[in-house]
């Protein structure tokens, strides 16, 4: 069991349901919260209200719930220890929802749009003009998720960055307008704060099928891998080629700690004395000897599901307690009354 620790400062982080995770959430967020999770008391949110933001997941009740227990053996196959850390859905706390729902009488129309991750959203999954008042509140949602356990650092990707600041505007707002509840959340991008995917422009995302999944096989990450963009101008493996904006390359350098390799690699392609089969092929080594334990861990919890179910059982009971002290010091300081 967790040992109490009232000095210790808190970690909320999480990702939305909305399928497996991938090598992206990996170096923006889940690294950092594997590392900090000994020196933060951590708590997942495993963001199933969030998921209904977009029309694909609110019509797709199977994948939603699915991927509820899939990100949270994500989570522990890269290393949460959940006798560390909490694991819990949004939607198994309504506390959070009431929080939310008065954050956003605190929060203009204009400004709640004023969001560029909103934008680029609306535009890279043609949400068009037809996304739900609960798209434009999810920040706000986010913001209940983080406050409702006054979390002092939020581990994300630097696309989440605005929905931070929002956060953080939200408090001052409250704690100018009823008195002091909230403290300001930190915001921690992480390693790579924005990884791109596969095809080599837009940033890894499971919408655009240009993903490497934390949990694929061998023959899933070849086949990726093996597709993956290089330099368009080189036709034959005895091109010089260019390694600045080759994907490849660029994840050579996230990925592989052979720094010797990967110079000498790149001199060699510079040089067209190496072909782009060669590079990916140890590009695939690398990410197929990460990926092996993760794998591991993973099949472990596919074979444990009531242990999973556990862990997120009592992440909710610990957030629901956080919650509903949170709550009731807010209703107290904006005299709402309570009749039982
Ligand atoms: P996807 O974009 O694949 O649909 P998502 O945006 O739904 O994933 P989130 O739940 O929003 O996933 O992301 C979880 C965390 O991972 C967030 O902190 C987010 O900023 C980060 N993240 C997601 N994609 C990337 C990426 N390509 N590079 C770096 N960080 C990322
Ligand atoms: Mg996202």
């Given amino acids: 069991m967790k040992t109490e620790n009232l000095t210790k400062k808190r970690i909320l982080t999480g990702d939305n349901t909305t399928g497996r995770l991938h090598i992206g959430h990996y170096v923006g967020s889940l690294e950092n919260r594997v590392r900090l999770q000994d020196e933060y008391e951590t708590i997942i949110v495993l963001a199933d209200l969030h998921a209904l933001a977009y029309p694909k ?20 196959a890269v290393g949460i220890d959940p006798d560390k850390s909490y694991i819990f859905p949004d939607s198994a706390v309504p506390e959070i929802s009431e929080i939310a729902l008065i954050f956003s009488m ?20 043609n949400l068009g003009d037809n996304f739900s008042v609960g798209f434009i509140n999810f920040p706000i949602l986010m913001a209940a998720d983080i406050l409702s356990v006054n979390a002092d650092l939020v581990p994300v990707g630097e696309d989440q960055a605005p ?19 909230f403290k300001e959340p930190e915001g921690l991008i992480g390693r790579v704060p ?18 490497i ?42 990925f592989n700690s052979n720094k010797e ?25 690398v990410l197929d000897n990460i990926l092996s334990p993760i794998r591991e861990k993973r099949k ?26 949170t709550l009731e010091n807010m209703r107290e300081k904006m005299k709402l009354p309570r009749f039982s």
């Fill in 261 to 285: 390799e990967v110079a000498e690699l790149k001199a060699r392609y510079k040089k067209g004395t190496v072909g782009d089969v060669e590079v990916k092929e140890k590009l695939f080594v």
């Fill in 57 to 76: 997941y609110v019509a797709s009740p199977d994948i939603v719930s699915d991927s509820i227990f899939q990100v949270a053996v994500d989570n522990l």
């Fill in 300 to 325: 472990y919890y596919e074979n444990h599901r009531d242990e999973v179910f556990d862990i997120l059982k009592t992440g909710t009971l610990k957030v629901s307690e956080e919650a509903k002290k």
């Fill in 194 to 211: 924005r990884l791109v995917g596969t095809g080599g422009k837009a940033k890894m995302t499971k919408s655009l099928d240009n993903v």
């Fill in 106 to 125: 605190l929060i203009s129309h204009n400004r709640a749009l004023r969001n560029p991750t909103l934008k680029e959203e609306i535009r890279d999954k």
């Fill in 213 to 254: 999944y934390l949990s694929d096989d061998s023959v899933t990450l070849k086949k990726q891998v093996m597709s993956m963009f290089t330099d368009p101008k080189r036709i034959h493996a005895d091109d010089p080629g260019s390694v600045e904006g080759n994907t490849v390359f660029l994840y050579h350098d996230i």
């Fill in 163 to 181: 929905h931070l600041e929002l956060a953080r505007e939200i408090v001052q707002k409250f704690n100018n307008t009823y008195g002091g509840v």
